[in-house]
């Protein structure tokens, strides 16, 4: 788990980090409409499950960017991780029970969908947090079964949980699905939300 630890006082964002760390400790959720036609069709035409798909989309957009990236040493230093991976919730339909589990990014959709396989087959047995993820992950979770218009995640924390955690729903007969992100608000702003909507957009209709 590679990473650096990151200088507050000489870094761009360090007076508005520590307002919102050290006062006002505010987390943006943000639920927007996206357009998975493209990506209904690619599994379908290459045999591919949806979730480790989206999953990839996603993950390829938080590790294309540093304000997803954040987190804290052992030693409480504020660090930026080189890659986080997913760490996603596997439903369990036989007792209605979940599994969180992580997998590690790669750039290879295919390769990663193939992981994705492995781990859930490998850890089915296993139930809740029983999973000893790495700690450079950010949360992942899906509601299949409804088509919401917002979801808002809430940490209980000591308010100093940076990793994002994304949430979608079920898709509609158009293929459209509302794609959530809950963020805290010391790492990153309205605009770098809005920005991950667009990018996971536009990855989607890039699917050749």
Not at 25 to 54: Q, W
Not at 79 to 100: G, S
Not at 189 to 196: K, M, V
Request: aromatic share 14%; proline share 4%.
């Amino acid at each position: 788990m590679q990473y650096r630890v990151i200088d507050i006082d000489n870094w761009k964002r360090g007076k508005l980090f520590r307002e919102y760390i050290d006062g006002l400790r505010m987390v943006m959720s943000l639920t927007v409409d996206v357009d998975v036609t493209n990506l209904i069709r690619f599994c379908k035409e290459h045999g591919l499950k949806f979730y480790p798909a989206m999953m990839h989309v996603v993950s390829s957009v938080i590790n294309a960017h540093s304000e997803f990236k954040h987190g804290w040493d052992e030693s409480g230093n504020l660090i930026e991780w080189e890659t986080v991976f997913p760490l996603f919730a596997e439903f369990h339909p036989e007792d209605e029970a979940f599994t969180r589990i992580s997998v590690e990014y790669c750039e290879d959709l295919f390769e990663f969908c193939a992981c994705v396989e492995v781990a859930r087959d490998r850890y089915r047995h296993l139930r809740g947090f029983e999973f000893t993820p790495p700690k450079n992950t950010f949360d992942v979770s899906c509601l299949p079964w409804v088509k919401y218009r917002h979801v808002d995640m809430h940490v209980f924390d000591a308010g100093k949980y940076l990793s994002p955690s994304v949430t979608w729903g079920k898709y509609d007969e158009n293929g459209i699905m509302p794609l959530s992100m809950n963020l805290h608000h010391a790492v990153a702003d309205g605009f770098h939300l809005s920005r991950f909507f667009n990018e996971v957009q536009e990855r989607i209709l890039e699917l050749k």
